[in-house]
């Protein structure tokens, strides 16, 4: 006999069914074999009083401070902590219960059985000469080069842009955006290097957005969070994309002082509110992205909250995006040139794919293709 420790199986009906598990097994087996850990943040106390019985009477548990059985304040942050076969039953429990609870028993529901994306890499390309990573700018015949090259290193998609979002950039006018995407644009649209990758346009200029979805574009990568509903309609009208990214300010200021009481609960209060006026605009979840904003109005901490909690937003049923590529929070925890900072960068993709974000943009294509084979292979 032999016995040993392996870590968790990423996909643990897989490994149940390699292993001989019958069909009926594996199902029952899998929900047990997922420890899940929910933050609950602001419930009130009596409800938290009834979530602790219900947690401890399917198994699971609720961590809660102390002076919680004594009402000492009317609401608490607690933990919940279950395996997914408890927390259904528990779901199932709260459906029945007052303060709140029903409501909590419906996103806990949600956050059980996210919807499954597959996992692609998004090439950046930089029309503009003062975007954050030289790495990035290409131009011209340039430009045409190293889509291709990223094309045949892996990218699924290539996003587009002609303005920088650096913290401290600022606004250039739609014309003078269009008059540097305009060529690599056209170039797409001759050559139909739409038919080999999707193409998205990095801009919230709704001329610059229509002209690029007129040449087979087919994502609008919008920094603003669908805040012009001349975007939502666009993409609607071609039948595209949206990519909603959440930013507190606008590049000019948003690094200065950036300011949350809860940058998660915010950040989630802002994607439901965008989606619902996308919704009442015609466009439906599965053409809506979500982007948390990482560097946008956010300091390293709200940062890492966010990756940390970034599973979390997988109850939307969107796809998520994440690009932390080269940025600055990695020159905060451990100080690094931009040019170095690609390490860091694969780690917190990683991560973020591991917590639900199934576009990955990125400045290095081929190295982020082979750090997602091992990735899927280990």
């Given at each position: 006999m032999r016995l040993y420790q392996?870590?968790?199986?990423?996909?643990?009906?897989?490994?149940?069914?390699?292993?001989?598990?019958?069909?009926?097994?594996?199902?029952?087996?899998?929900k047990k074999a997922e420890l899940l850990f929910?933050?609950?943040?602001?419930?009130?106390?009596?409800?938290?009083?009834?979530?602790?019985?219900?947690a401890l009477s399917v198994g699971a548990e609720l961590a809660v401070p102390g002076g919680v059985i004594l009402c000492e304040k009317p609401l608490y942050d607690c933990l919940l902590i279950g395996t997914k076969r408890q927390l259904e039953r528990l779901a199932r429990k709260e459906l029945a219960q007052p303060f709140g609870l029903k409501k909590l028993a419906t996103e806990l529901k949600s956050l059980l059985y996210p919807k499954k994306f597959d996992l692609k890499i998004m090439g950046v390309i930089n029309a503009n000469s003062d975007s954050f990573y030289s790495g990035s700018r290409f131009m011209g015949a340039e430009a045409?080069?190293?889509?291709?090259?990223?094309?045949?290193?892996?990218?699924?998609i290539i996003d587009i842009?002609?303005?920088?979002?650096?913290?401290g950039s600022k606004a250039v006018s739609a014309s003078e955006e269009l008059a540097r995407v305009k060529d690599i644009i056209d170039t797409v649209k001759a050559?139909?290097?739409?038919?080999?990758?999707?193409?998205?346009?990095?801009?919230?200029?709704?001329?610059v957005v229509e002209y690029a979805l007129n040449c087979g574009f087919k994502i609008i990568n919008d920094i603003t969070g669908a805040r012009d509903e001349q975007l939502i309609k666009l993409a609607v009208k071609y039948g595209a994309k949206l990519?909603?990214?959440?930013?507190?300010?606008?590049?000019?200021d948003m690094q200065k002082s950036p300011h949350y009481e809860c940058v998660v609960s915010e950040v989630d209060a802002f994607f439901a509110q965008q989606i619902a006026k996308c919704e009442e605009l015609g466009l439906g979840r599965e053409d809506i992205i979500l982007d948390v904003g990482i560097g946008f109005g956010k300091t390293l901490e709200h940062n890492l909250e966010l990756?940390?909690?970034?599973?979390?937003?997988?109850?939307?049923?969107?796809?998520l995006l994440i690009g932390a590529s080269r940025k600055s929070m990695i020159d905060k925890i451990i100080p690094t040139p931009t040019q170095d900072r690609l390490?860091?960068?694969?780690?917190i993709h990683t991560k973020a794919a591991e917590r639900g974000a199934s576009i990955v943009r990125c400045h290095d294509v081929k190295e982020h293709t082979q750090a997602f084979k091992v990735w899927e292979r280990l």
């Open positions: 392996i870590d968790k199986p990423r996909d643990v009906n897989s490994y149940l069914k390699a292993l001989g598990v019958e069909g009926g097994g594996i199902k029952i087996m899998a929910i933050e609950i943040k602001e419930l009130k106390t009596p409800a938290v009083n009834i979530l602790k019985q219900d045409l080069k190293q889509i291709e090259q990223m094309i045949s290193d892996g990218a699924a842009g002609g303005v920088s979002s650096r913290p050559e139909k290097l739409y038919e080999k990758a999707l193409f998205s346009i990095d801009s919230y200029a709704p001329e990519c909603i990214m959440h930013m507190q300010g606008t590049p000019e990756l940390k909690a970034h599973q979390h937003f997988t109850h939307f049923g969107c796809e390490p860091g960068t694969l780690i």
